[in-house]
């Protein structure tokens, strides 16, 4: 991110250099009313197709505002291919878990409910704002998706079969994670984090029957929700994902 500019926006149309476009009257508020911005201001921009840019406020409307695209900074940038299967929590536990594993990195989110979810429904579009910021905040380029929630039977069972789910196995019985991703590797996973009260039998049975499921111990203390999420994300990220490579974000696409 370009230090000199504090502000950075997502936009839902392609852009590119040269274009100018009206940004979405929540952004123009935002940046007329509470940024205090002016016209030949700078901010950076990006979409979920080609990348990052620098902008300028080219005109301020009564509800809008228009900016002009005047260079691309970096390109499209995607996590490793992990995925988060998550049970609904309460509403501001749910939200810090959606933040910051998109700050941590991942390409889709897809909430279930079993049989001890307390909270069996999700505002997408409350979720998709949670993200938006999320990405704004961090300097990523890519906007990970949010599915409609379904049983964990139905998750389980429209899962490719290519993809290997690392179930965070709250009953500490299982290896621990680490030493799993030491010994796998596997570098395309959904990661699977339970309710508050974990699974029953019959879910445990379930999963257990699933080809390519790797149950996995996230240490010696049982974890909130949220708390496992960030946890397997981020020793994903750093044993087998991300965090090895040297990313080259002025040549990197996808």
């Given at each position: 991110?370009?230090?000199?500019?504090?502000?950075?926006?997502?936009?839902?149309?392609?852009?590119?250099?040269?274009e100018k476009i009206s940004?979405?009257?929540?952004?123009?508020?935002y940046l007329k009313n509470v940024m205090r911005c002016k016209i030949n201001e700078k901010i950076l921009v990006f979409?979920?197709?080609?990348?990052?840019?620098?902008?300028?406020?080219?005109?301020?409307?009564?509800?809008s505002i228009d900016i002009e695209i005047l260079e691309k900074t970096k390109p499209r940038y995607v996590p490793g291919?992990?995925?988060?299967?998550?049970?609904?929590?309460?509403?501001?536990?749910?939200?810090?878990?959606i933040e910051k594993s998109t700050e941590i990195g991942l390409r889709k989110f897809l909430p279930t409910y079993s049989s001890k979810t307390q909270t069996k429904k999700v505002s997408l579009n409350r979720s998709r704002k949670n993200i938006v910021e999320a990405v704004e905040q961090c300097g990523g380029t890519f906007i990970p998706e949010i599915l409609p929630i379904s049983s964990l039977a139905e998750v389980i069972e429209e899962l490719p079969e290519d993809r290997i789910l690392i179930f965070c196995d709250?009953?500490?019985?299982?290896?621990n994670i680490n030493e799993c991703l030491l010994?796998?590797?596997?570098?395309?996973?959904?990661?699977?984090?339970?309710?508050?009260?974990?699974?029953?039998?019959s879910e445990r049975k379930l999963l257990r029957a699933k080809k390519n499921i790797l149950p996995v111990s996230l240490g010696n203390r049982m974890l909130r929700a949220e708390t496992a999420a960030v946890v397997a994300l981020t020793m994903w990220h750093g044993m087998v994902?991300?965090?090895?490579?040297?990313?080259?974000?002025?040549?990197?696409?996808?």
């Open positions: 991110m370009n230090k000199n500019i504090s502000i950075r926006l997502f936009c839902e149309v392609t852009l590119r250099v040269g940004l979405q009257t929540e952004q123009s508020h979409d979920n197709n080609t990348g990052e840019y620098t902008a300028e406020i080219v005109n301020i409307h009564k509800r291919d992990v995925w988060l299967i998550f049970c609904p929590l309460k509403k501001t536990r749910s939200d810090f878990l709250e009953s500490l019985e299982s290896r010994l796998d590797r596997p570098e395309k996973v959904a990661i699977l984090v339970g309710p508050e009260g974990g699974f029953s039998d994902g991300d965090w090895l490579k040297k990313v080259d974000h002025q040549n990197h696409e996808s």
